[in-house]
């Protein structure tokens, strides 16, 4: 009998964070060789193309994260509170996403910003104050290129202590304590995944 080569899959992880609903180019501060300099950088236009291009490259095998701070920072984004991210979010093609300044407009109105995502908003540490119920998914799994990927999200654990009252009488976000359904699982190594 002769052992068998085990078969190589190939992933690409991609993270996405701090866009702050810009939807184009913009200019952006960099530091370089000791000095400040601008640039034309970000936009979810230009993003959108550089992921097409990864996933023509990874075709089924591509994991698309964002890590928050999206729903919030451009005149356009504010205005409507989110609403004219929806459509160009959910052609991204985001596989998972976790919230920070996203709670700006309060946690109602992200509920309902996430409720129309078509990926799912995951925050193992957000939970309703008064109940201790989660918010969100704690976890995500997914299954590409044969590989199975499981993601859990940690929300930003300060956002309750920094955004307006609103957001702090109504979500905790600790960062000990996470009640989820792997907790009985994982907790012995979770401190090793932090």
């Given at each position: ?17 701090d ?50 701070d ?76 044969g ?43 979770w401190n090793?995944?932090?």
């Amino acid at each position: 009998m002769t052992q068998s080569t085990p078969k190589r899959s190939q992933l690409l992880l991609l993270q996405i964070n701090d866009v702050h609903a810009y939807l184009d180019l913009h200019p952006e501060w960099f530091w370089e060789n000791g000095q400040t300099v601008y640039r034309p950088a970000g936009g979810y236009a230009r993003l959108a193309t550089l992921l097409a291009e990864r996933r023509k490259q990874y075709p089924d095998a591509t994991v698309l994260l964002d890590g928050g701070d999206t729903f919030h920072g451009t005149l356009p984004a504010i205005e409507t509170k989110g609403d004219v991210l929806i459509p160009i979010l959910n052609q991204l093609q985001v596989d998972a996403m976790t919230a920070h300044w996203d709670f700006a407009y309060g946690p109602p109105r992200l509920l309902e910003l996430a409720a129309r995502l078509n990926y799912p908003v995951l925050g193992i540490n957000v939970y309703q104050k008064e109940t201790d119920i989660p918010v969100f998914p704690a976890y995500r799994i997914l299954e590409r290129s044969g590989i199975k990927i499981g993601i859990v999200d940690i929300a930003c654990n300060i956002v309750d202590k920094m955004m307006p009252h609103r957001s702090a009488r109504v979500f905790t976000l600790p960062w000990g304590g996470m009640n989820c359904p792997i907790r009985s699982t994982y907790c012995a190594r979770w401190n090793r995944w932090i």
